[in-house]
C-alpha cells in the first residue's frame, strides 16, 4: 500500500459546482495532515491545514477520519481559478524526533465555463 | 517575512555533466530545509533533509548530493547526471518547531533537463 494515494483524476467540473476528493494513508501513526495546491509548472502552496475536528476555510472543508486513515477536501461553488492540482500531504514520524512530510501524487481538478 | 530563492530556474544539461542547484531562505533562523524532486507526471519525492548545518539525511540512493554550507544555505549537485535526473526540484523550508512546524514553503523551483 502507498503511503499517501490518492485518485489521480483528472476531475472536470463545471463552474459552481461542488467537488470532493479523498486521500487515503498508511502509517496510524502520522499526526499532521495538509492540502497544497499546484498550479501547472509551478511550486506547491499550502492550501490548508487538516485538523482532528475537521476544518473550513471560505469555500473550502478539509476533515480528517483516523479510523479510516483517509482526509478529504470539498471545494464548494468552485471558481475557474480553482483548476489545479491538489496534493494530499501526511507526516510520517521518524527516529529521534524528527518527522517526514510524504506528499501524494496529486488530484487534478480541472473547472470548465 | 520569510522568503525563499532558489537557482537557476532552468537548465538543460548533457549526461554526465555535474549540476549544482542553490537555495537560501531569509528572514528566519535554524530552518528545516529540504530537497525534492517532481518528474514528470509524478509526486514528490523526497531526496535530502537537513535539521541544521552539516546534518544531511539523505532519502533515496542516487548520484546526487547535498550539502548545506550556512544556516540557511542548501546545495544540491551531482558530479554526473543521469537522464533520469531530469525533473522539477523544489527546495523547501520549515519552522524547526513552534507554530507552523511541519508547513513547508516551496522555492519556485529549478527545471532540469538533463539531454
Known amino acids: 500500500r502507498k503511503e499517501v494515494e490518492q485518485d489521480p483524476g483528472p476531475f472536470n467540473v463545471p463552474e459552481g459546482a461542488t467537488v470532493a476528493f479523498n486521500c487515503t494513508y498508511s502509517?496510524?501513526?502520522?499526526?499532521?495532515f495538509f492540502w497544497y495546491r499546484q498550479d501547472c509548472r509551478k511550486e506547491p502552496k499550502l492550501l490548508m491545514s487538516v485538523y482532528s475536528s475537521g476544518n473550513e476555510d471560505g469555500r473550502f472543508t478539509a476533515q480528517l477520519n483516523r479510523a479510516s486513515q483517509y482526509i478529504s477536501l470539498l471545494i464548494r461553488d468552485s471558481k475557474l481559478s480553482d483548476s489545479a492540482t491538489y496534493l494530499c500531504?501526511?507526516?510520517?514520524?521518524?527516529?529521534?524526533?524528527?518527522?517526514?512530510?510524504?506528499f501524494g501524487t496529486g488530484t487534478r481538478l480541472t473547472i470548465i465555463p | 517575512s520569510q522568503t525563499i530563492h532558489q537557482w537557476p530556474a532552468t537548465l538543460v544539461q548533457p549526461v554526465g555533466s555535474p549540476l549544482s542547484l542553490e537555495c537560501t531562505v531569509e528572514g528566519t533562523s535554524n530552518p528545516n530545509l529540504y530537497w525534492y524532486r517532481q518528474a514528470a507526471g509524478r509526486g514528490l519525492q523526497l531526496l535530502f533533509y537537513s535539521v541544521g548545518i552539516g546534518q544531511i539525511s539523505s532519502e533515496v540512493p542516487q548520484n546526487l548530493s547535498a550539502s548545506r554550507p550556512q544556516d540557511r544555505q542548501f546545495i544540491l549537485s551531482s558530479k554526473k547526471l543521469l537522464l533520469s535526473d531530469s525533473g522539477f526540484y523544489l527546495c523547501a523550508w520549515s519552522p524547526i518547531r513552534g507554530a507552523g512546524a511541519n508547513v513547508l514553503t516551496f522555492g519556485a523551483g529549478s527545471r532540469l533537463t538533463v539531454l
Open positions: 502509517n496510524s501513526a502520522s499526526q499532521s
Open positions: 500531504v501526511v507526516n510520517n514520524p521518524l527516529e529521534f524526533g524528527n518527522e517526514k512530510l510524504t
